[in-house]
């Protein structure tokens, strides 16, 4: 039996979930020292709650999560409208290098399945439904070849094991990055610009409060820049779909973004342009957090009760591995620098689990450290467009295995 949690509901239950998280995040040193992002603290603590809920009365809590998408290509779009073009040069050879170093990885996390499938005398095929297809693919890759793989190999369970490896990937990527670029950043004495604008969400002072304030008028401003982006992007997204390429919508909303915020500023000089400020901050901030407050909270983890140890130990050799791919291979190849570390903690979200799980990830540390504008540009074209396009072939290839 399912409890339906109306739209309205569910994103007025995810802003509680949100400040819920923030109390958490202050409230325990671990969470606030290793900068866990206060909607992945609210998000756990409540999907934790449901499931419980679910352990007493045999109920699930299901939540219509229609909302959530245009949050999503909500933040997407100030992304896009805080680029410059400059930064876009600069990060030409950064965005090279972590796109080779993703397919690397996508294959390496392919091999651990494979291993694991081996161990545990499962089909080889369901290698990728504990690989790139539920980890670095997440839960729409593992629901499309679930079906697929089962036809293939006759196991009945392929879809619930990839659910199972997407959801608890999720999990784990919004648990990891932080730590790991607390660690890179105190180990090699890294420090992040002070003086640079903010991307997403605003510096704290001591007490939690920000440092200054943003009024109704430069929230508007920012907020009709951001639905003109979804506008175009939308139509741009039509086209391309037309043509027979899949593209999440947020992809063509950022580039219609980024485009905007170069052009228009020159186009229109009397236009008081909301890049770099601390307005567009705040909206990217706010649906980032409801948007992974939702995802998490929505989370139904009792799909995870039945997996015993062969898909719990295989995940826990894709954290190991993950973990040390980032620390000796990505930061030192990308750069070694501050940039490279906030890249770490977002690689650690979008390798096993979500872009946007990878970009609170980062929001989380530079909220902390101070701004990596680069990083916001670059990961997103990455994880959210040219993985999903190669993630394809490499599933095939090893499904045919």
């Known amino acids: 039996m399912e409890i339906i949690v109306p739209a ?26 290793y900068n866990i992002p206060e909607p992945v603290s609210g998000g756990i603590a409540v999907a934790l709650m449901t499931w419980g809920f679910f352990q007493l009365t045999g109920q699930q809590i299901v939540f219509d999560l229609s909302v959530r998408d245009y949050l999503l290509v909500l933040f997407f779009s100030t992304i896009g409208l805080n680029a410059r073009i400059t930064d876009l040069f600069k990060g030409g050879r950064l965005l090279l290098m972590l796109l080779v170093l993703t397919l690397g990885f996508m294959l390496l996390q392919n091999l651990v399945g494979l291993l694991g499938a081996l161990l545990f005398d499962l089909p080889l095929p369901i290698a990728v439904l504990l690989g790139s297809a539920a980890l670095i693919g997440g839960h729409g890759t593992a629901i499309a070849w679930g079906p697929q793989i089962e036809e293939v190999t006759g196991f009945a369970a392929a879809d619930e094991v990839g659910i199972a490896a997407a959801t608890l990937g999720l999990v784990l990527a919004a648990v990891i990055g932080g730590p790991i670029a607390k660690r890179l950043i105190d180990r090699n004495k890294l420090e992040g610009p002070r003086d640079a604008p903010p991307i997403v969400g605003l510096e704290f002072e001591e007490h939690g409060e920000p440092a200054d304030v943003v009024n109704h008028i430069s929230l508007m401003r920012a907020t009709l820049a951001a639905h003109v982006a979804i506008f175009f992007g939308f139509i741009a997204h039509q086209i391309v779909m037309e043509m027979g390429v899949q593209l999440p919508l947020f992809v063509p909303c950022l580039l219609v973004g980024i485009v905007m915020s170069n052009t228009f ?62 620390a000796f291979v990505v930061f030192r190849l990308v750069g070694r620098n ?64």
């Open 338 to 401: 501050y940039t490279a570390a906030v890249l770490s903690a977002g690689f650690a979200g979008f390798a096993l689990g979500a872009t946007p799980t990878a970009i609170a990830n980062m929001s989380s540390v530079t909220k902390r450290y101070g701004a990596a504008p680069l990083a916001f540009i670059v990961l997103p074209l990455v994880s959210a467009f040219f993985v999903d396009l190669a993630n394809a072939f490499v599933i095939r290839f090893f499904v045919g295995l």
């Open 265 to 326: 500023p020159y186009i229109f000089p009397y236009i008081t342009w909301p890049s770099g400020s601390r307005a567009l901050a705040t909206i990217s901030d706010y649906s980032l957090s409801i948007f992974l407050a939702m995802s998490l909270m929505s989370m139904q983890l009792w799909t995870l009760s039945d997996l015993g140890g062969p898909i719990l130990t295989v995940l826990a050799m894709q954290v190991v591995m993950t973990v040390c791919f980032i």
């Open 8 to 33: 309205f509901v569910a994103v007025t239950l995810g802003m509680i979930v949100f400040f819920l998280g923030a109390f958490l995040t202050r409230s325990v040193a671990f969470l606030r020292d």
